[in-house]
């Protein structure tokens, strides 16, 4: 049985009347559909898709605040897990390890949910188009990766997500039913607040009409208003200094539900992939060496030359990545070391490079041959495991929002994500919501009376220089005192330093036109706030949170909701 943890925080928002007073000189433009998606990877575009088939009749409106072709699905290299050969592995294996690797705070229907919907999803996506490696026999060549019992990845080379994105992009464009707008930046869901009624964050009964987005392009402000609206807007990587996530990964869905007075949940629960590319010279995003190459053999071992793995897990580079992450961590500061190193010189090289072409690639292209060389590798933030709280069916806690992918919490992944589980997560809820939507829509309309975005302030933007710093800020603040190992006086500096930052940033957004730039900085430092409270809030170590002031874990489980 869970104990829900339910904490009172202060609200990390303006002081302004309204946090959607902008500073753009523009009327607002009206767009109305049925259903409002924001976002486009492997759940938005999955759920659209889903519901285009189901209800032909049904508009549907997405929007990405980048190009079509860009989304955290699109970086996602090891594959997708799904249980395929039947004499080897079942359900009931593949539940297990996601159990395991959760630490204790999965939710386990929804685990054998999405566990043994998720092959029908991925044959699904494999009709549309979608291509997997296979072997010389014509099977699927299903890959090993920390944490599973089994064979049971499906890839595409080391570009799995991009694989699927392109197949879902192309699959959306054959309906009618879909418009797909690039370039949109939502800035906020629109609720009844924006109407006069006043609802705190306590309340079940607010609902979601739409959202503002900016037309990055036009620069124009415009209203979407929808009868129901799916939001699988992605991670928050770009809170750290060292991430895998792409620069758009700034957190926006999860800060608009959060302003909107919608519940997140277990926010403290950040995914440190073990093993990105060590590069001197800087990267943004940090290149991510799969934990499919150590599934295909790589070694991790020390700056000397020697395995370690074996002092943390008895399934040495292969343990799960909250595991493998703090063996690291631990391992180069012990040693003073800026990385350790993964070997896989012992791999023949015609298969290392027909598995991981772009891994190889990268290397040699900073002078580290896999073949020879060791490869320098350092942890890096990968994924968020809490997020927005929805049930099996992606309802959110705000009337007509459904939400579905990494910036949900469903409970499938509890305290630690088992790796490969994140794109099945997408397919299923992104099929749960359509399925949804499709029962209740017709009982719903489309609000009437919604003002436009408050156009107030000046025309230029200014300060984009402290902008520029803040993030960076932000970035080293996240890095030094909630990464891998916690302390509650590392949590107290990172909350005193978040509170100032955010009283500048706020200074500036209250002086500044409307941009992606201020209202992604405003974001992420939300995001980092929502991180660092959680954080605060769970006396106990746990997953992928370890606290050193609290090395133990509790005999009883709880959720941590914000």
Request: net charge negative; aromatic share 8%.
């Amino acid at each position: 049985m869970s104990i829900i943890k339910t904490q009172t925080t202060f609200q990390f928002t303006s002081n302004k009347t309204s946090i959607f007073e902008s500073t753009v000189n523009r009327t607002t433009l009206k767009n109305k559909s049925d259903i409002l998606v924001i976002g486009a990877g492997v759940a938005g575009l999955t759920f659209a898709i889903k519901m285009a088939e189901k209800r032909p009749d049904v508009s549907i409106t997405v929007l990405t605040k980048t190009h079509e072709g860009e989304s955290n699905t699109r970086y996602a290299q090891g594959g997708v897990a799904a249980v395929w050969n039947h004499q080897q592995d079942n359900f009931k294996k593949h539940i297990e390890d996601t159990l395991d690797a959760g630490d204790g705070l999965c939710d386990e229907e929804v685990v054998a949910m999405v566990i043994e919907e998720g092959p029908k999803m991925v044959q699904e996506i494999i009709e549309w188009g979608t291509r997997f490696d296979k072997g010389k026999e014509g099977s699927y060549d299903l890959g090993m990766e920390g944490g599973h019992s089994e064979n049971r990845i499906l890839h595409y080379k080391d570009l799995t997500g991009w694989e699927i994105q392109r197949s879902l992009v192309a699959k959306v464009k054959t309906f009618n039913n879909i418009t797909f707008l690039q370039h949109y930046f939502a800035l906020d869901l629109i609720t009844q607040h924006h109407l006069g009624r006043n609802k705190t964050r306590l309340n079940n009964d607010i609902e979601c009409y739409g959202a503002y987005a900016l037309n990055k392009e036009s620069k124009e402000i415009e209203t979407f208003l929808a009868k129901q609206t799916v939001l699988c807007t992605g991670g928050a990587g770009q809170i750290y200094k060292s991430t895998t996530n792409p620069v758009i990964a700034s957190g926006d869905g999860m800060a608009m539900v959060y302003r909107a007075k919608g519940r997140l949940a277990n926010m403290e629960f950040i995914q440190f992939h073990p093993t990105s590319l060590y590069n001197p010279a800087g990267e943004n995003p940090s290149f991510l060496v799969s934990e499919a190459v150590r599934g295909f053999g790589a070694i991790l071992k020390t700056s000397d030359g020697k395995e370690f793995m074996q002092k943390y897990d008895e399934r040495l580079s292969l343990a799960p990545r909250d595991i493998v992450a703090r063996a690291i961590d631990k391992e180069m500061k012990e040693r003073g070391d800026d990385f350790v190193l993964l070997d896989c010189t012992h791999i023949d090289k015609e298969a290392f490079y027909n598995h991981f072409p772009t891994i190889y690639d990268k290397c040699m292209s900073i002078g580290i041959d896999p073949m020879i060389d060791l490869i320098p590798v350092v942890p890096a933030c990968h994924y968020v495991c809490g997020g927005v709280l929805v049930d099996k069916m992606g309802n959110t806690s705000i009337k007509n929002l459904y939400s579905a992918g990494e910036c949900t919490c469903s409970g499938l992944h509890g305290a630690n994500r088992l790796a490969s589980n994140s794109l099945l997560e997408g397919l299923v809820y992104g099929n749960n919501i359509s399925i949804e939507i499709a029962k209740n829509i017709d009982g719903t309309s489309i609000q009437e009376g919604i003002p436009d975005w408050n156009a107030k302030g000046t025309t230029e933007p200014k300060e984009l220089v402290l902008m520029t710093q803040s993030q960076k800020e932000l970035k080293e603040i996240m890095s030094a005192y909630v990464g891998i190992v916690r302390t509650e006086v590392r949590l107290k500096r990172a909350m005193d330093r978040l509170w100032l930052l955010y009283n500048e940033t706020e200074m500036l957004y209250s002086d500044s036109v409307v941009s992606p730039q201020i209202c992604e900085l405003r974001n992420l430092i939300t995001i980092g706030y929502l991180v660092s409270k959680a954080a605060q809030f769970r006396n106990e170590s746990r997953g992928l949170h370890f606290n050193t002031d609290y090395p133990e874990k509790y005999d009883y489980l709880e959720t941590t909701l914000l």
